[in-house]
Structures are given as C-alpha cells and as structure tokens.
C-alpha cells in the first residue's frame, strides 16, 4: 500500500519550487468529501496572484516503519497524483493575514496517514481564546523531519519570506514556537506541517520561520481552527489512516 502523511511532500506539478509539507487529512463538512490540508503558499497561490496549476502531486512513497516522507528535497521522478486543488485562502502580498491555508480534493489511490508517531490526530483544539500560555507540541517537517517545541499562544505579527523565494508577508494573530534544542523550530520546505500537543489534537500550523532580529530560529504558525472554519473542512476523527481509490492522472 502506498502511503502518505504529515511531513511528506507535498507541492504543485509545475511548481516543485514552492513545495511544502503534508499538513493533515481532513473531510468536507457538507460532502464529506476527502480532501488534503497544507499552506495555500505550498499549492494555493499568493494573494493577488493565485495560482493556475491546480494539480497537486506527492513526492515519494512512505516505506514500512517510515513516519514520514525520508527524501530531503522534492524529486520529480518519484511524484504522484494526489488531487487537484479545491480551494484556498492565500497570503496577500500587500495586507496582513490571519490565514494561510489551502485543500486539495484527493483523486489518487494513496493511503493518507492521519497520525503522528503512530499516535492518532484526535482533533483540533482552538487556542483563540488561551492567551499567553506555552503548549508542548511536535511535528514532522519535509526538511526537518521530527521537531519538538514550545507554541506560545500570544497573538504576535511577524512579516516573513516564505520559503526559498522573495516574497514577504505579513502574519496577524499569528504564534511563535521555539525549539526544545538549539536547531530551528522550522527551515523552508515545513510550510504547512502541523503542530500537535500532548493530548494529540492540532493546534496550528507552519507558515515560515524567523531569521532576522532578536528571536532567530523560531517558527511561525497560525491557530488551525480558523483556517478549518474557513476553508469548509474537519480533521478526520482519529482515524489512523483514510484510503481513497479515485484516480486521476498527473498533469491532467
């Protein structure tokens, strides 16, 4: 069975530059409907530019005992369909934001993982309203693989590069996390990985990370519950893994 889950590649078919990571699996709350959450900026476009290439495509396939994708970089000889874009709600380039985020409908034959260190994403737990409070979380980033940290839930406003690339956008209401060791928290390529606490719910998501100023090597993330409001969709309940046998070809 090939399989795919947080921390494996994730990106656009003609736009390898801007891949990021695999966030979660997540449902349509009126259909039900599959779809796959990263960052808009991995596969959703930048406000006011949004994106033409709307298929979505994974890189590599998860081995037996394998968390996450192993590669360090996207390789297209070993990209796959996913599904194609469904919607988004994209950075803008000249106004600050709140939400960066975006879904693919899935149409491939993957199996899409739903856990973390073989533990189950039970759900989502909304910090909007816990202000100040330091909250133990992990991840696994494409690039980073395993990270532990600390999310501090004071709303913070942070302009940042987003990946590889020159653009700059400004993140409101937004959450620093620290790392538990002297590493970054977050490189580019961890976009759109998702932060989970001690009691395995989602809390947020990557954005970026810092690399100016007095607090370098911290990442950046947004509170996931808005995001999910708006974009339509609800984290899979703690199930370990959702199958699809859709298939779409790539390109297409």
């Not at 996207?74 to 985020?101: E, H, K, M, T, Y």
């Not at 979380?137 to 940042?160: D, H």
């Not at 620290?178 to 590493?183: A, I, K």
């Not at 990442?219 to 199930?239: F, K, Q």
Request: glycine residues 10%; proline residues 7%; contains cysteine.
């Amino acid at each position: 069975m090939r399989r795919f889950g947080p921390g494996s590649w994730v990106g656009l078919y003609k736009q390898r530059g801007f891949a990021g990571s695999f966030g979660l699996p997540v449902k349509d709350r009126e259909t039900g409907e599959l779809m796959l959450l990263t960052a808009a900026h991995v596969i959703g476009g930048l406000f006011p530019w949004p994106t033409k290439e709307t298929s979505v495509v994974g890189y590599g396939d998860l081995g037996d005992g394998q968390p996450h994708e192993t590669l360090t970089t996207p390789v297209p000889a070993v990209s796959s369909d996913l599904g194609r874009l469904a919607r988004s709600v994209p950075p803008s380039l000249s106004q600050r934001c709140s939400i960066d985020a975006a879904i693919a409908r899935v149409s491939s034959d993957r199996e899409l993982r739903n856990h973390l260190n073989e533990e189950p994403i039970l759900g989502v737990r909304d910090i909007s309203d816990i202000l100040d409070t330091d909250i133990p979380v992990e991840m696994f980033g494409a690039c980073s693989n395993r990270r532990q940290g600390i999310l501090n839930t004071a709303p913070v406003t942070e302009r940042l590069r987003l990946g590889t690339t020159e653009h700059r956008v400004f993140y409101e209401r937004a959450c620093l996390v620290r790392s538990n060791d002297d590493e970054p928290m977050a490189i580019p390529g961890d976009s759109g990985s998702v932060l989970i606490d001690d009691n395995h719910h989602a809390v947020a998501m990557i954005v970026g990370a810092i690399h100016d100023g007095d607090i370098i090597g911290a990442a950046v993330a947004t509170p996931l519950a808005p995001a999910l409001d708006a974009l339509g969709v609800e984290i899979y309940p703690g199930e370990m893994a959702v199958k699809t046998d859709r298939v779409a070809p790539v390109g297409s």
